[in-house]
Nanobody
Framework: QVQLVESGGGSVQAGGSLRLSCAAS????????MGWFRQAPGKAREGVTTVTIDGRTNYATSVKGRFTISQDTLKKTLYLQMNSLKPEDTGVYYC???????????????????WGQGTQVTVST
């Protein structure tokens, strides 16, 4: 099992930036995909971005060009750089890990088995 702890959330004005971190511990050797998800008030959780162990990334259309996922495998830390933030980016951001290797290197949401507790991001106008 993998334990995940997010940090870096906060409040920022529209157009601002935040950098989220996710520290992983436990059985990280079997991790294939890492990802960031978010949940806005009253809405379902949605995928933001994922990265495979070999660096293949995928982004939701709504964040392409503004958010960047990265990982430091030595530090076992996942990052999410968020620029040009919009009020609609507001929500609780979760880090997640998956050990499933899918064809084509795709990270499916249903395969993520370890989740962090979440960190709040609030973007005001």
């Amino acid at each position: 099992q993998v334990q995940l702890v997010e940090s870096g959330g906060g409040s920022v004005q529209a157009g601002g930036s935040l950098r989220l971190s996710c520290a992983a511990s436990g059985d990280t050797a079997t991790t294939y995909c890492m990802g960031w998800f978010r949940q806005a008030p009253g809405k379902a959780r949605e995928g933001v971005t994922t990265v495979t162990i070999d660096g293949r990334t995928n982004y939701a259309t709504s964040v392409k060009g503004r958010f960047t996922i990265s990982q430091d495998t030595l530090k076992k830390t996942l990052y999410l750089q968020m620029n040009s933030l919009k009020p609609e980016d507001t929500g609780v951001y979760y880090c997640a890990a998956s050990s499933t290797i899918s064809p084509g290197g795709v990270c499916y949401t249903s395969d993520f088995h370890s989740w962090g507790q979440g960190t709040q991001v609030t973007v005001s106008t």
